[in-house]
């Protein structure tokens, strides 16, 4: 194989890897506006769930559709990325998760817990530090 310029890709956890250009092709193209994208919403997914959440329960799918609706399109969440981590922020205890029966389906509803509200705000607050200080950074 001769050498190419190193491509990143992305594994099920959301992790920059790097690649050939041959195994990046064989395992889906991510163009360089993707790789930030997915850079900027690994950090961001816990923060944009807990946010959701606030407003009231939901399920999963009900999750990944709010980001994607109120970003208008910019933030999306695949169901492979959302599951793991609504279990991690449920072990963590910053949500509950409660079992309905919706349409003949069971669905699995998420709500925030108390601690679960405490940590969004100091995640709003370090959020918006965070971005004040990369503003200055980049010149912005």
């Keep these: 194989m001769s050498k190419t310029e190193p491509k990143f890709r992305f594994s099920s956890r959301d992790s920059v890897k790097l690649s050939s250009a041959q195994e990046y092709a064989e395992d ?64 963590d205890g910053f949500i509950v998760s409660s079992e309905a029966v919706s349409g003949g389906r069971t669905r699995i509803t998420y709500e925030l817990t108390g601690r679960g509200k405490q940590v969004l705000e100091a995640g709003l607050v370090k959020w918006g530090s965070h971005i004040e200080g990369a503003k200055k950074i980049l010149g912005l």
């Design 28 to 91: 889906g193209i991510v163009s360089e506006s993707d790789y930030w994208e997915r850079s900027f919403m690994s950090g961001s997914t816990k923060l944009y769930i807990l946010s959701v959440l606030s407003k009231g329960p939901l399920h999963g799918y009900g999750v990944l559709k709010e980001i994607k609706d109120k970003s208008e399109g910019c933030c999306t969440i695949t169901p492979g990325t959302i599951y793991p981590v609504l279990r991690e922020l449920e072990r």
